[in-house]
């Protein structure tokens, strides 16, 4: 009886090891670091810099840091939804940090619809959005131009307009 009662107890603490050894080796999920900005993104970024330098310029920022739903309905959550996995290329800011426009910058990446979609919810929020070609990127001159050429016309952002997606 003796006998048993220790090779239960021997057996119960193997399992209780077995137990606790398997929790402590379940794996983290491992991650690797990415570049922010791949080469031609960089090199673009500089020339933001330089076409602009009273301005901040913020490469890969999330839509939902721009703009937010206005509705306060179980829509709300469906329109924040639309947004939440998207990034603009650069955010162009004044020295107050006010947001000027959002740049982008169109390679072979970039889908029609989807970027007239993200255009039109930021045009609904009074974001102007001006999009340059990859292969043909513009002068520190026409950077200047494109961003400071409707400063005068900025629609208030307290104000929204209607949100027209295209599918």
Known sequence: MHLNASFFAVLLLVGLIFIVGNKAKVK????RARLLLTENETEFFHR?????PD????????????????SRTKERIGDFNRISQKRVDFAICDPELKLMAVVELDDRTHNRNRDAARDAALASAAIRTIRFESTRKPTEAEIRLAVFAHQDTQVDPRKPRPLTLVS
């Open 28 to 31: 983290s999920p491992r991650y």
């Open 48 to 52: 933001l810099r330089r076409a602009l």
């Open 55 to 70: 301005a901040h310029v913020f490469p890969q920022v999330a839509m939902s840091a721009l703009i937010e739903p206005c």
